[in-house]
């Protein structure tokens, strides 16, 4: 049992006692890229000097930028059902709302999918609600298929990364075997009675089961599981020592922790009132959970949806986030009939594709399609393997630059197209390693003249 509420209440506790020279020491460590340890994690999060603070944030900004270059991966959810049999206090879709549920047939996925195509997305991340006799495993795996299958001119979806609910080995074993992405599902709370009181009913009340997952999916093969904690349920101290002991239990048992860590915060849904919660997280302490996280597993992507706004998403991705959201209908059939007939939570960045995308080039960040990595066998510890020696960016970069070029000469506008012509070529010359930086620029040539999906 790796989570004890006791002991990291405790830990929480006795880590204040930290001295300057403590919190220094483990500052440096962090500076060397080198991650931390949850206890290191437990004497930051409980630091309120601004000293410390100040240098957090610094030490962020310098891994992402060590690390991650200025590449953002870009993505967009599908909502393929909305059935479901729970009862999570804080989301639309619980069992007891009343509203027509909806469950896509495959020509309506289809559908879903080519508009996604068309804004240039190349990876998915596939929701749905828990209801084993509406959205069955093999209507999963139906859905999957289909989003695989589905080319529309030079579009397709590359990588579908799934996040369901809770499920067993040979459930797992079938989504491996259909090629998924990243497994994701989120932990929503680590605190053990907050858990139960929130999700009162249905399958996911079982703490015990839903944190166990991403055992029984490494057991099932699958080695890229991406976890995360909803703030605002419990205190945001715990829920990060929470995911801290949580990858460190992955790491342990299975040689790599979480691929990604998602850190979404309670937003408001039809039928949650954001007044009955008492954890909420101000936008300062949020900021902090994300640099603390940073520092803590360096080599682990973040993840931040559009159910934070413009400014914030800006400030997260200098300290921390690598992976956003954009463009993002979060309705079942949502992006073809643009309603917000039920939303799971309200969105705050509702901004195009097209914009968020020419915002961060605008602001010389690279936007990358690159869905590489696992199809080039790169999961689990053989990505980190690759992270940790530091060969991320003759990797990476040059696959963000080459699926970046795709999306200019398919979907892009003139101003799009000179603004990120112009950033590529800035960032060619950080591809480090010479012969890749060569192939690199011919490949961009050969996307141009037509090629598709080249990536290293
Ligand atoms: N049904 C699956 C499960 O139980 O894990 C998939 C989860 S759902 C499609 C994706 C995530 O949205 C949830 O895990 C939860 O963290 C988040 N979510 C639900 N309601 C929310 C709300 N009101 N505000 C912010 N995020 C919410």
């Not at 070029?405 to 950080?430: G, S, V």
Request: charged share 30%.
């Amino acid at each position: 049992m790796f989570i004890d509420n006791k002991y990291i209440e405790n830990l929480l506790a006795e880590s204040k006692l930290s001295t300057d020279q403590d919190i220094k020491k483990i500052l440096d460590k962090a500076e060397g890229l080198q991650g931390l340890t949850h206890e290191e994690v437990a004497a930051l999060l409980t630091t309120g000097k601004k000293q410390h603070i100040d240098r957090i944030y610094q030490i962020a900004g310098k891994i992402k930028k060590n690390i991650y270059g200025n590449r953002v991966v870009v993505f967009a959810p599908l909502y393929v059902s909305d059935y479901c049999v729970n009862k999570c206090k804080y989301c639309g879709y619980k069992c007891d709302q009343d509203f027509q549920r909806k469950r896509l047939t495959m020509d309506e996925v289809r559908e879903e999918v080519a508009i996604l195509e068309k804004m240039g997305h190349k990876r998915l991340a596939l929701e749905a609600g828990e209801d084993p006799v509406n959205c069955d495993i093999d209507y999963i795996l139906d859905c999957i298929e289909t989003i695989y299958d589905m080319k529309l001119d030079n579009g397709e979806i590359r990588r579908v990364n799934v996040n369901i609910a809770a499920t067993t080995v040979e459930e797992f074993r079938k989504l491996k075997n259909a090629n998924i992405g990243t497994y994701i599902l989120f932990q929503e709370t680590y605190h053990r009675e907050t858990y139960e009181e929130v999700h009162p009913v249905g399958p996911k009340h079982n703490y015990q089961y839903h944190l166990d997952a991403f055992d029984r999916a490494m057991e099932a093969g699958i080695d890229d599981v991406g976890g995360g904690v909803l703030f605002g349920l419990y205190k945001p101290e715990f829920e990060v020592l929470g995911l801290m002991l949580h990858n460190e239990h992955l790491e342990r048992e299975y040689g790599a922790g979480f691929h990604t860590i998602s850190v979404p915060r309670l937003k408001a849904a039809s039928g949650s009132d954001l007044s009955e919660y008492k954890h909420l997280v101000d936008d300062e302490t949020f900021k902090k959970m994300v640099a603390i996280i940073r520092l803590a597993v360096p080599y682990t992507g973040m993840i931040i949806s559009t159910r934070e706004d413009e400014k914030m998403r800006r400030d997260l991705i200098k300290t921390g986030i690598s992976q956003v959201s954009a463009g993002s209908a979060v309705d079942v059939g949502g992006y073809s009939t643009r309603e917000h007939s039920n939303s799971q939570f309200e969105v705050t960045d509702s901004r195009s594709a097209m914009d968020i995308l020419s915002w961060l080039v605008e602001d010389g960040l690279v936007p990358s399609f690159c869905t590489a990595c696992y199809r080039q066998g790169r999961t689990g510890d053989r990505f980190m393997d690759l992270a940790k020696t530091g060969n991320i960016k003759n990797v990476c970069l040059p696959n963000a630059l080459m699926t970046l070029t795709e999306y200019m000469m398919d979907f892009a506008n003139d101003e799009f197209t000179k603004n990120a012509e112009e950033l590529i070529r800035k960032q060619l010359p950080d591809i480090e390693n010479e012969k890749v930086r060569k192939l690199v620029e011919k490949n961009i040539e050969k996307i141009k003249a037509g090629e598709r999906d080249l990536y290293i």
